[in-house]
């Protein structure tokens, strides 16, 4: 079983967003319950490739699919509502209040209303002076301070502050041996310090 996120919700219950669909482990019984795609019923999930699971603040799981968008999933019933988007391949959720981000493969990142199903992408080539750096983009972190952070395929880091429109950007240079290290950026985080506006990125260094 390939696994792909685990999320330890509120209640204490472990899910397990696999290719094989979303996997709850039963300790009584020391094995799975699974919620699987099944074309015949629109209540259960669009796809069985979870590629990431966000609890909201009333329990309810989010769910990032590849290929199918957005699931919004009831783990008191097992009902799925799924939301199709203009860009369906997902990596990584991640709330920020009433917001949703989603982190794309190739379709940029999108910010996504649960209340009302409504979206907002942010693209490479949107009208601007700092757009997006790039349209794959495979980690979202939101640091001590509010901060989004945004992890992306080769195009660096960017970071949305609250309130403004735009990114800021930091990626390699070969000019610098103080600039992030060249690839995709797989994780965020942020240490035990939380110094304010600095995070560490895998693959990477210190920024």
């Known amino acids: 079983m390939v696994i792909r996120d685990i999320c330890l919700d509120s209640s204490g219950r472990l899910w397990f967003g696999t290719y094989n669909g979303l996997a709850l482990y039963d300790r009584d019984t020391d094995s799975f319950i699974r919620y699987q795609a099944d074309s015949d019923d629109p209540r259960t999930l669009a796809s069985d490739y979870v590629m990431d699971i966000e609890e ?40 920020d209040q009433e917001t949703l981000w989603a982190a794309s493969f190739g379709g940029g990142l999108i910010d996504f209303t649960p209340e009302t199903g409504a979206y907002r992408i942010y693209r490479s080539d949107d009208e601007g002076a700092n757009p997006l750096s790039n349209d794959t983009v495979y980690s979202l972190y939101k640091d001590k301070t509010g901060i989004i952070w945004v992890g992306t395929n080769g ?53």
């Open 56 to 95: 909201g603040d009333d329990g309810t799981l989010w769910l990032g699919l590849w290929g199918s968008g957005i699931t919004r999933f009831d783990p008191e019933t097992g009902e799925a509502k799924n939301y199709h988007l203009e860009e369906n391949r997902m990596y990584k959720l991640l709330f």
């Open 155 to 207: 195009g660096g880091l960017n970071r949305i502050i609250p309130g403004w429109e735009h990114f800021e950007l930091w990626k390699h240079t070969s000019e610098s041996d103080a600039s992030i290290a060249q690839g995709k950026i797989n994780s965020i985080y942020q240490d035990s310090t939380g110094q304010s506006g600095s995070v560490s990125i895998i693959r990477g260094g210190s920024v």
